[in-house]
């Protein structure tokens, strides 16, 4: 132990059903969705929603998707997290170093990680939201529940987040390993970039001097939209695609997983594939790199439903590029950003 004491790491994913029963998605949605900095609107509106809506239709809905997701181990986003973070103890110094792993709703809970660090007499936190992306529905919501619990102690120790880590040289290496085992001898017509999708006006709120309007200002990522969640998606295909060497014109940028009918981030993924099944496209490979682990979005979404729709209609070949989850380079870049935020490299 260096002589100002032990390290803590939080690893911190979304979370996920504690199983696949309607009761317990119900919970995990109810967590999930009262959220403010997810379903951003008036309080009873919200409650309203979720009370009338979410929780009578579409709970019961999501249970069946959550079937088709669960494994033996239980969710996959739950277990690549809990894989990651066994991956990265091995790899940090035991004495420096104390890892917890939370979810931002459900089990494990953030007090609870955040309690294994105390405990461990840590004199430092970094926190890392599993988010490569800075959005104030994932990363900022982390951030803000971090903050909220520190808010309880006698003694509050330094705590630094790391936030929006699309341009770290190992997590581009990380998907482009991933990305170029798929394309080892096969030709696709696409390379489709399908991104969580967020409300538009969550994106213009976070707009400094309405900066970010969500048009041609995205094709562009600096310093005044650092945190345009729609920016960052398209520099991170724009990086992505430069490894691999995937011209521009081959790469397609969209937005998957609407909810309500609020406008929400475009393209549309599903629109998308409608247009390039027009346009005579025959084969794609999908990436899916807002999410580190694979989870009901990539696997039953993506991998699924979409692919679905694109043969439907015609398409011959649709296949995913499986996320992350522990991963060697991935591994070495989460040990990297903790390095960085140590102070110690
Ligand atoms: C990549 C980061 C994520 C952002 C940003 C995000 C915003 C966001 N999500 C919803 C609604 C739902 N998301 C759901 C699942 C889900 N979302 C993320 C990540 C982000 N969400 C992940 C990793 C997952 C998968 C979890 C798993 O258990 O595998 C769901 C639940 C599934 C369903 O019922 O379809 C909902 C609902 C909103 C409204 C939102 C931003 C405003
Ligand atoms: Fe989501
Ligand atoms: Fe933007």
């Not at 490569?132 to 619990?149: H, L, N, R």
């Not at 999410?291 to 039953?300: I, N, Q, S, W």
Request: glycine fraction near 6%; aromatic fraction near 10%; charge should be neutral.
């Amino acid at each position: 132990m260096n002589k100002s004491g032990k390290i803590g790491v939080l690893l911190v994913n979304l979370g996920t059903p504690d199983s696949t029963a309607t009761g317990d998605v119900r919970k995990y949605l109810r967590e999930f969705l009262m959220d403010g900095r997810v379903i951003d609107i008036p309080y009873v509106n919200r409650w309203m929603l979720i009370n009338f809506i979410i929780a009578p239709f579409r709970a019961p809905k999501s249970a069946h998707e959550y079937r088709k997701l669960w494994t033996d181990r239980g969710s996959p986003l739950l277990f690549h997290t809990e894989d990651l973070k066994d991956r990265l103890i091995e790899k940090l110094d035991a004495k420096q170093y104390k890892v917890a792993i939370a979810m931002r709703y459900q089990t494990p809970s953030i007090e609870a990680g955040l309690e294994e660090l105390r405990k461990a007499h840590v004199t430092k936190i970094i926190v890392l939201p599993l988010f490569p992306q800075y959005a104030s529905a994932s990363t900022g919501s982390v951030q803000d529940k971090v903050m909220e619990i520190a808010r309880g102690w006698q003694i509050i120790p330094d705590i630094s987040f790391i936030s929006n880590f699309i341009e770290h040289p190992l997590f581009l290496e990380a998907w482009a390993e991933r990305g170029r085992a798929m394309l080892d001898g096969k030709e696709y017509d696409k390379i489709l970039f399908s991104y969580h999708g967020l409300p538009e006006r969550q994106i213009l709120k976070g707009s400094v001097d309405g900066y970010c309007q969500l048009g041609a200002c995205c094709n562009k990522y600096g310093a005044k939209n650092h945190y345009c969640y729609r920016a960052q998606c398209f520099q991170t295909t724009r990086l992505i695609c430069e490894k691999l060497g995937i011209p521009e014109d081959k790469a397609v940028n969209c937005f998957q997983s609407r909810l309500g009918k609020d406008p929400w981030v475009k393209p549309y993924t599903d629109e998308v594939i409608t247009e390039l099944s027009a346009q005579g496209v025959k084969k794609v490979l999908a990436f899916s790199p807002a999410f580190v682990a694979d989870c009901l979005e990539t696997t039953v979404e993506v991998a699924g439903e979409y692919r679905d729709k694109f043969l439907e209609l015609g398409g011959e070949e649709w296949d995913l590029v499986p996320s992350l989850n522990s991963e060697n380079t991935w591994v070495e870049c989460v040990k990297a950003m903790v390095l960085e935020h140590s102070g110690t490299n």
